[in-house]
Each structure stands twice: as C-alpha cells, then as structure tokens.
C-alpha cells in the first residue's frame, strides 16, 4: 500500500522545511512506503528552494502555480494527481505545511483506516482529547461555531470536525466521488471547500470517522492563512445550500 501525502503550500519556506524532516524521521521509523505531491501555491518566498534542497532525499513531486489560486484550486488539481496514478486501497493523507499539523498524527489516521476498514479519517480538534492551542480568537471561534452549526444542520455521522485539512482518504473514495460530481467535488471559498468536499464525499460512504488532534497555531510558520471574508462567504453558501434543499425537500 502507498501511502499519498498531498500538502499544499503557499509561502511556507519555514513551515515546510520543519515538515519534511519530521516526515522523513516517521517514515523510515515505521516503514511507510510513500510519496509527497506538494502544490506550491504561487509561493513568492524561498519555497520553491526548499522543496527543491529534499527532492533528491525523499520522493517528492511538485505541481507549482505560477500565481496564487486558493485552497479549491489545490485540492482539485492534487487530488486528480493522485487519482490518475493510485491504486484503489492507498492512502491519500492530506495536512497543512505551516508546522501546526503534527505528522506523527498521520500514524493515528493511518491506524484507524486499517483496522476499522475506514474511508475517511479526520484528524478531529473536536473529538476528546483534541484542541487548539494559540489560535486567534476569531479563527477559534469560527471553527467552533461552525463546526456546531454544520453538526445540526447536516450531520454526518461521527464526523465533529467538517473543516480540518488533515485527514486520510482511502484513494477509492476520492476517485467514487470525481466521478459522481466531476470537478464540482471540490467547490468552494476559502477554507470552506474543504466541509464542502467531506459534506459530498459522505453522500458516498458511511465509513468515516475521527481521531483526535490538537491544532498548534502557537509553532505557526510561513505567510499562509484563512481569508476571514471568504471563508464566511464559503460557509454562509454551505447554510443556505442545505436549508434550502430541506426547505423543497430534497
């Protein structure tokens, strides 16, 4: 089994490096058969020299936009890279570049895909024993209500935490849901896209499930970040969506 780490970056010359070398250390520990796709987002710091320093030390490949285009943009195109070459039971494992994500989590996830024959495994600040540690009081808080508001309002079974980037797909699921909604699987602003694209993905499979995880936004590195406006903007579509389609009952 291949194991997929799908990271996005965008001006994380500090984060990444921190990354990639926590990566290396847990791979050759445990014996992780895998690959890294980072997509540089338009990155205008020393990313690109960075992932170019690792290249030859570990089994990278880059996909690199010559301009910023957003968290959607990133996740479609990594994805379908995936997709296109993967065998049906590997491992997409997606986080953040930024050293907020701590990699030894991804043995949990991986963990909990195998032995509860999961499709989707959530690295969860909301399931007990996660967290979030230094984060801003607006992210904080909007990541808490609405993780409350989606919990109600769409419910997907065991699923607490609908907007983290980090979490494990097992590959089959991500191909299932190309074909079912094409390039409007990934479809959002913001950071949204990603609640937008678990929201699809479990009209697909009932196996998801989480693990928990504390967000360390206090070690934060790089310039990347939430775009407050759109992310609401993201959000407040998501609502309006779903009330909607409870509204002509469909």
């Given at each position: 089994m291949m194991i997929y780490l799908l990271l996005p970056a965008y001006n994380e010359e500090e984060g990444l490096e921190y990354l990639l070398n926590r990566i290396d250390r847990i791979t050759k520990a445990f014996s992780i058969n895998y690959k890294i796709i980072i997509v540089d987002d338009g990155s205008t710091?020393?990313?690109?020299?960075?992932?170019?320093?690792?290249?030859?030390?570990?089994?990278i490949e880059v996909i690199r936009f010559s301009e910023n285009k957003g968290v959607t943009e990133v996740f479609r195109i990594g994805f379908k890279k995936i997709c296109g070459e993967a065998a049906d039971d590997d491992i997409c494992v997606t986080m953040d570049s930024d050293n907020t994500q701590n990699p030894y989590v991804m043995l949990d996830l991986l963990k909990v895909i195998n032995d509860q024959k999961a499709d989707i495994v959530i690295a969860s600040r909301f399931e007990k024993g996660g967290g979030v540690v230094g984060a801003p009081f607006m992210r904080k808080w909007l990541s808490i209500g609405i993780s409350h508001i989606l919990r109600r309002l769409i419910n997907i079974k065991?699923?607490?935490?609908?907007?983290?980037?980090?979490?494990?797909y097992r590959v089959s699921v991500l191909k299932k849901g190309f074909e079912r909604y094409g390039g409007d699987l990934i479809k959002g602003h913001g950071f949204s896209a990603m609640a937008r694209l678990l929201i699809k993905l479990g009209t697909i499979t009932d196996k998801i499930r989480e693990t928990p995880f504390i967000l360390r936004y206090d070690l934060k590195e790089g310039g990347s970040g939430m775009n407050i406006k759109r992310t609401i903007l993201g959000y407040l579509y998501i609502i309006t969506e779903h009330?909607?389609?409870?509204?002509?009952?469909r």
């Open positions: 710091d020393h990313t690109e020299m960075v992932i170019r320093s690792y290249s030859n030390l570990m089994p065991g699923v607490k935490d609908y907007s983290t980037f980090y979490r494990a009330v909607g389609r409870d509204r002509d009952g």
